[in-house]
């Protein structure tokens, strides 16, 4: 390489320093912001008495590592996650970037201010990943990575960008980030780059031993480039003298313990506690001996995380690796503050006294809330990361139109599971253009789950180039490419709901549209659930196939067996939960689902069965009916037609799914015992919720009896009429009908662990066979009788 004229590389060498001066000038207003943001808003008590908090220590870690991101190397199409704790630095760097107004800076875990934890949903403006939860932000990082990617590939998406996570070391302790890591579909997905806040704190403790080797190691086990920031500057400059591979060495070995309280503890005792334990103790002293107590402790805490130089090359390799890749920023908990390096820092917060003499040190000026001169270099950094970090505007989609019927013929005897399949089929045909928009995600149980017909229609995704036809039987072929529609998992639940969230928020965060729906046994939702409740936190609009489920898959015996999922469908926010009876109904609420997801109004749980029903008791296909299906339920049998009709030896049945057939027998039986139960089918219990809180908040609010929750469902004359529930699943999921009409009620349902037997077995023993539904009436008419409820 020819050699650049002396001149040239002097004005080089004064450009890269001027770039180092204008990040720490930087650096130290972020310090300063986040660890003000903290304080002011602890100088605001509660009335009830809780403490406000905040995490300046945490903050104060990772002040370098987002100052470096922020200003020096993300563009407008990369995407960040930032810790949770470190919330105050992201707030700081997006004030100074214009993002944020500067009265905001004072409302910090304010009702309607700046959120506690970077939260999507409350500040869209500025935060790319909610990370309130740790360690599902950052591994939500790599499957909206693999998301862009898939957008990419179909030509939705011009630029996918990269996509950053800094995490905190403790993060790396929960299970899902490691089971996000060992996910083979990620292996080839570009951009995928992490900076692990290596402070060696967890929230109570300094964390025992050196774990960076075997983290090291557990990443690279799973393809990941591995970059170290150990070492600043300073402390570079120190090993390099004669001796200095001494003391390098000595730093190198001593726990994690030991550092913390070296740096944290007396300055003027750093030297001679370095110089106890080296293999050469006379050399370790001589080489200190010219050092100051404070100079020493400066250049201890010159870490690789804190310093800009080291942090560029390392950010440098990472974008430039073809594997995803981690960078190991060394740091200190708390650098720059009072408290830095003390083992119950997490909480600590500064005092009055100590934020002045701060204030005092990182050169702030009057106004505590100043931004940076725009004439300093400060002020240059700030300007070239504003003009950087513009984001392209979403190219949105034209309004995709999902049809309300696809018009597929169910007869005979067939289960919900087996008419999802069908009905996904069903629209590849009627409406490929809308079928092109679907993506199927399962964790390794396409099969089990009727995903099979679709799979071999669409073929499977992968980043890199097609595999070719890796498995050819009569149930699947397993052909991979970027032209498939489906990603086959491994077996975690935790990675299917974090794909299906990331794949779900496309609209909102590239701009096309895609309808994500994902399929997994009912009962393991339990497994994946904080991925599912991150992801419809972060507003999420994806499509979720439960099944099978029930004691109704009664050979598979109790582990297999779903009781509470229905509970979760009808109390989890931005989720509206399905439980289909008949293959018709199962076509419009996926229909829906489908529409509710293009639409970005949020997602949509099936609870579907492998229990074959008989499909001829289902009602003729009409607008209305399918209206009523859709908002959660509709009346099976009407016994107010029949002319020996007595509404005072009335009852009601509302059933769900596989408990619809028995209560339908249930209601001819009790024709014979003179009681005339109407059957109503409820294929939402959560809707039907919802219409009778609402009903009692507008009474709360407006002090005025709403004595119908249900007008379109019940007439005025049937509120009083009492009813028996019965559901494939645990009995509160629909003990709150009698509450809501005022009514006696027996709720029938499961609440206890399934076991292995028949269908007919397992019914008998959980009270849901006609004849148990029968007892249940006529025991909510008799005692209705016996309390003379009777008018």
Request: proline share 5%; aromatic share 6%.
């Amino acid at each position: 390489m020819e050699e650049l004229p002396r001149s040239m590389c002097d004005v080089l060498a004064d450009a890269q320093t001027e770039t180092l001066q204008g990040l720490e000038e930087v650096e130290r207003r972020v310090l300063w912001l986040a660890t003000l943001i903290v304080h002011e808003a602890n100088k605001k008590k509660d009335p009830a008495g809780i403490k406000v908090g905040g995490h300046q220590a945490s903050s104060a870690s990772c002040v370098s590592l987002l100052t470096s991101l922020y200003f020096r190397h993300l563009g407008g199409t990369d995407r960040i996650a930032v810790k949770p704790h470190a919330s105050p630095v992201l707030y700081a760097i997006q004030y100074l970037l214009g993002r944020i107004p500067v009265s905001k800076l004072s409302e910090f875990r304010a009702y309607q201010g700046l959120q506690a934890y970077p939260s999507q949903t409350k500040n869209p403006e500025f935060v790319d990943f909610s990370t309130g939860s740790v360690g599902l932000g950052a591994t939500a990082v790599n499957f909206s990575a693999l998301t862009a990617h898939y957008l990419k590939s179909k030509n939705l998406l011009a630029d996918a960008g990269s996509f950053w996570a800094v995490v905190g070391d403790a993060e790396l302790d929960e299970g899902n980030v490691w089971e996000a890591l060992a996910e083979p579909l990620l292996d080839e997905v570009p951009g995928i780059r992490w900076v692990v806040d290596l402070n060696r704190q967890s929230l109570d403790r300094v964390v025992p031993g050196i774990r960076a080797i075997r983290l090291k190691r557990l990443f690279e086990a799973n393809g990941w480039r591995v970059i170290y920031a150990k070492y600043g500057r300073q402390l570079v400059a120190l090993f390099n003298v004669d001796g200095g591979d001494i003391l390098q060495q000595r730093i190198d070995e001593m726990s994690n313990e030991e550092f913390q309280s070296i740096i944290s503890g007396p300055v003027d005792e750093i030297a001679e506690r370095l110089t106890i334990g080296s293999a050469d103790r006379a050399t370790v002293i001589n080489l200190l001996a010219g050092l100051s107590p404070r100079e020493l402790h400066q250049a201890l805490s010159n870490l690789g995380g804190h310093d800009h130089e080291t942090l560029d090359g390392a950010f440098r390799q990472a974008g430039d690796a073809d594997s995803p890749a981690v960078v190991f920023a060394y740091t200190v908990k708390g650098w720059g503050l009072p408290f830095a390096g003390n083992p119950m820092n997490h909480s600590a917060l500064l005092s009055d006294e100590q934020m002045e003499e701060l204030a005092d040190r990182l050169e702030v000026g009057p106004d505590r809330f100043a931004s940076i001169n725009p004439e300093s270099l400060g002020g240059r950094a700030v300007r070239d990361a504003i003009a950087r970090l513009k984001r392209p505007n979403l190219v949105q989609d034209d309004a995709i139109d999902i049809p309300a019927d696809v018009a597929t013929p169910h007869l005979g005897k067939t289960s919900t599971q087996e008419a999802f399949g069908r009905v996904l089929l069903a629209l590849e045909r009627a409406r490929p253009e809308i079928a092109q928009r679907v993506v199927t995600v399962a964790p390794d149980v396409s099969i089990s789950t009727s995903l099979a017909g679709w799979i071999n229609k669409v073929g499977s995704w992968r980043a890199g180039q097609s595999s070719g036809v890796v498995e050819d039987n009569q149930m699947l072929k397993w052909t991979e490419s970027q032209d498939g529609q489906h990603f086959e998992l491994g077996i975690s639940e935790m990675n299917l709901f974090e794909l299906l969230g990331q794949l779900g928020l496309s609209a909102k965060t590239f701009g096309p549209s895609l309808i994500p729906i994902g399929t997994v046994y009912d009962t393991f939702i339990s497994r994946g659930l904080d991925a599912l409740v991150y992801g419809l936190y972060c507003g999420s609009s994806f499509v979720l196939i439960g099944t099978p489920s029930g004691i109704s898959l009664a050979p598979e015996g109790g582990a297999h067996q779903s009781t509470f999922t229905p509970g979760l469908g009808v109390t989890l926010p931005n989720l509206v939960s399905f439980e289909p009876c008949y293959a018709q109904e199962v076509e419009w609420v996926l229909l829906e689902g489908m529409r509710r997801s293009v639409n970005q109004e949020g997602s949509t749980y099936l609870r579907l069965s492998t229990l074959p029903v008989d499909q001829s008791p289902a009602p003729p296909r009409s607008d209305h009916l399918r209206r009523q299906v859709i908002a959660g339920a509709y009346r099976l049998v009407d016994r107010r037609s029949d002319p020996a009709y007595n509404e005072h030896s009335a009852a009601l049945i509302f059933a769900v799914g596989t408990a619809v057939p028995n209560a339908v027998a249930a209601s001819e039986a009790l024709i014979e015992e003179g009681v005339f139960a109407s059957v109503i089918n409820v294929t939402s219990a959560d809707h039907l919720f919802s219409k009778w809180h609402a009903s009692d908040v507008r009474t709360v609010r407006e002090a005025r009896h709403q004595p119908n929750p249900f007008p379109a469902l019940l007439s005025d004359e049937e509120v009083g009429i009492p009813a028996v529930l019965v559901a494939d699943g645990h009995p509160h999921n629909l003990a709150f009908i009698g509450t809501a009409l005022k009514v006696r009620a027996i709720s029938l349902g499961v609440s206890g662990f399934g076991e292995s037997g028949t269908v007919a077995d397992l019914f008998r023993k959980h009270d849901l066979h006609p004849d148990s539904i029968v007892n249940a009436a006529i025991a909510v008419t008799d005692a209705r009788a016996a309390t003379g409820q009777l008018s």
